[in-house]
């Protein structure tokens, strides 16, 4: 009996990634608009009952595939613990949220067919990110002791221009003259948000050092 569930719960193992590789071909071929459940079935060699029985529907399918590459649904790292550590963490953040999002065109592509959605599956998504980045907020102000007021907006501006730029970036080849399609326009816009970042923990220094005399 215990081998027939580990056989079943193998087959269900090798069954759902076969889905997702499946997906992430598709996209990577010729965008989401393509993704039926049929042909996603028949691309992963499975029935097309399993995606409904694994994951609910084909939005789930692709729900668990953006899940499983998302950039803020799986950011584990370690937050610093003293302020001198701040900006150079904030920065290589940054940096890591943009070569992420840069080398995974599936993803990219994803990103938009969740802009297109409202359901629970998508909101099931945002919520988990949500969670990542309040906590994130909440220990940079913390750390710098300012009003998370003060420190979600920046956040948000400069994690929302990464996604919005890196979507951009495969139809347009220009915003406000950054060359979005270079490496060389992404390092000019990367050097510009952290000179933003280096002068706003400078200033959120300052002003505490200010504030305890």
Known sequence: MENAKLRTEKD???TEKALLQAVGEMVAESGFEQLKVNA?????GVSKVLIYRYFGSLDGLIAAYIEAHDFWINYRSEFP???????PYLKALFRAQVDHLRQDVTLRRLYRWELSGANAVVAALRQQREATGVRLVEAVAAL???PTAEVAPLATL???SVSYLALLEESCPTYNGIALQTQAGWEEYIRGVEEVIDRWVEDSLAKRKSKAK
């Open 81 to 87: 613990g003293k302020r001198k550590q701040l900006a």
């Open 158 to 160: 400069v994690a929302a």
């Open 144 to 146: 710098t002791e300012r």
């Open 40 to 44: 996603v079935a028949e691309r992963a």
């Open 12 to 14: 269900r193992q090798t």
